[in-house]
């Protein structure tokens, strides 16, 4: 005889129970999760929240977004961005069936997140990790903005990665210049140095004169543009 499962039912007596330790009371994570949809059924949605969270405790995975959606909502007084994150992160790791909304939807959370760094540390890649999961599954007009999100985070790392090849540029053309200017000082004081018999100067009309020393002293010759040759005695 084949066993049928059927699913746990809500009973009564499990709304408003809780322990000592502050969680609910169920017979199951399924049963605190499907108290939890009742309760956001009937919009009482802080009820339904200590029976969702209960549930994500015991590893109830399909708490992890209405959760999330939750604490994502500004009109909620429990407003809490950075929890919602917590969420949204978890069902996204969680849900089995990308084409869900709650995949995608927690996608675009995270992605945005991500992107603005305001509730998340900005990570653009992280943020286009999940911009083109949220862009793969989304559904009609999500799809538009998801493709409009995705540019936005390229157009933002291509940015990044110019400023990058300029400055890595940069520090190349100041070591380039700094080699130079070594180099200079270096034959600077070369030449500064050299011994007088090697040293060349100009005088007049003169070309390429050259010194040398003898027992006389020290002589400089001159070769003059008619080719005759000029002496100058120290």
């Given amino acids: 005889v084949p066993v049928v499962h059927k699913a746990p039912e809500v009973e009564p007596f499990d709304y408003g129970l809780k322990s000592s330790s502050g969680k609910v009371l169920t017979r199951s994570a399924t049963a605190t999760y499907q108290v939890g949809q009742a309760l956001l059924k009937a919009k009482k949605n802080e009820e339904a929240m200590a ?4 549930a994500a405790d015991s590893g109830e995975v399909r708490s992890y977004y209405p959760l999330g959606l939750y604490y994502s909502d500004n009109k909620s007084k429990n407003h809490n961005p950075e929890l919602a994150a917590y969420y949204y ?3 996204a790791d969680a849900v089995k069936d990308k084409s869900s909304e709650e995949y995608w939807r927690s996608c675009r959370f995270l992605s945005e997140s991500f992107l603005n ?3 998340l540390q900005k990570n653009l890649d992280e943020a286009l990790h999940y911009g083109l999961e949220y862009q793969r599954y989304a559904i009609g007009s999500e ?3 998801a493709t ?3 540019k936005e985070i390229r157009s933002q790392k291509h940015e990044i990665a110019v400023a990058e090849q300029r400055r890595k540029a940069e520090i190349q053309r100041q070591e380039q210049a700094r080699k130079v200017s070594t180099s200079s000082v270096q034959n600077q004081s070369r030449r500064s ?3 007088a018999t090697q040293r060349q100067t ?3 009309n003169g070309r390429k004169p050259y010194t040398y020393t003898d027992a006389f002293g020290e002589h400089t010759v001159y070769t003059m543009e008619d080719g005759t040759a000029k002496f100058h005695n120290k």
């Fill in 143 to 145: 799809k538009a903005h």
């Fill in 193 to 195: 140095s050299a011994p």
């Fill in 51 to 54: 029976y969702l969270a209960a």
């Fill in 89 to 91: 992160h978890k069902s």
């Fill in 148 to 150: 409009s999100l995705v």
């Fill in 202 to 204: 100009s005088e007049g």
């Fill in 117 to 119: 760094g305001d509730v």
